[in-house]
Every structure is written in structure tokens, then in C-alpha cells.
């Protein structure tokens, strides 16, 4: 399996940007998939997860700011940031369950339950 990130950049204050997680190795749509961010000497965020079955989940920061979606046909998923802030400042990663056998994206699990890419790097200046 590879995730492999891009998308990211340097962006003012209110700006958007689209992050993509192009997956081979498996199937997106038969996964719960899911990206997580990692800011400088902060510990790693939960920030939006599409399930199996389509339906989003967003981490209480980026609810409303942030949108998860991803094109079957392609393989990829997509982070649509808007509205960012300073503090989205981060790493961010794509991240998949090493089985996929769930339905639902198991917020909380190990991370040894999970797989994800070398991660794209996205920098919100004021």
C-alpha cells in the first residue's frame, strides 16, 4: 500500500487550499479513509475521516471549514481546506486502516492500526 500526499503550500490567513491522497495498494472506496495533521511540538490531530459508506466526520477545529470527499474512479481523496487559520499549521497526512474490514474509521485506535503517507506540508501565515 502507498498514500502519497500533495497539495499543500504557504497560504495567507483566509485562504483555501485542496490537499489529494493518491492510494494504490488499495481500493478507496472499500476503506475508511481518513487524514490526520501534526503540527510543530503538538500531538497528532484527527481532522476529517469519509467512511465506507460516504458519510464525513470532522475533528471540532475544522468542522465547517473543512471538507473530506474522494473520486472513486480516480483512487484519490481529497482535503478542501477553507477558512484557514494560523493554527492549521501542520503536517498533514492521509491515513488508512490496514484492514478493511470496517465500516465506520475507527477514531482512536492505536496508530499501529493504521497506514499513511509521508505527508504534505501546509503553512498559515497572518
Known amino acids: 500500500v502507498q498514500l502519497v500526499e500533495s497539495g499543500g503550500g504557504s497560504v495567507q490567513s483566509g485562504g483555501s487550499l485542496t490537499l489529494s491522497c493518491e492510494a494504490s495498494g488499495l481500493t478507496v472506496s472499500d476503506y475508511c479513509m481518513a487524514w490526520f495533521r501534526q503540527g510543530p511540538r503538538k500531538e497528532r490531530e484527527n481532522v476529517a475521516a469519509?467512511?465506507?459508506?460516504?458519510?464525513?466526520d470532522y475533528g471540532d477545529s475544522v468542522r465547517g471549514r473543512f471538507t473530506i470527499s474522494r473520486d472513486n474512479a480516480k483512487n484519490i481523496v481529497y482535503l478542501r481546506m477553507d477558512n484557514l487559520k494560523p493554527e492549521d499549521t501542520a503536517k498533514y497526512y492521509c491515513?488508512?486502516?490496514?484492514?478493511?474490514?470496517?465500516?465506520?474509521?475507527?477514531?482512536?485506535?492505536?496508530?499501529?492500526?493504521?497506514?499513511w503517507g509521508q505527508g504534505t506540508q501546509v503553512t498559515v501565515s497572518s
Open positions: 491515513e488508512a486502516p490496514r484492514s478493511d474490514r470496517y465500516d465506520k474509521f475507527p477514531w482512536g485506535a492505536p496508530p499501529a492500526f493504521f497506514q
Open positions: 469519509i467512511n465506507r459508506d460516504g458519510t464525513t
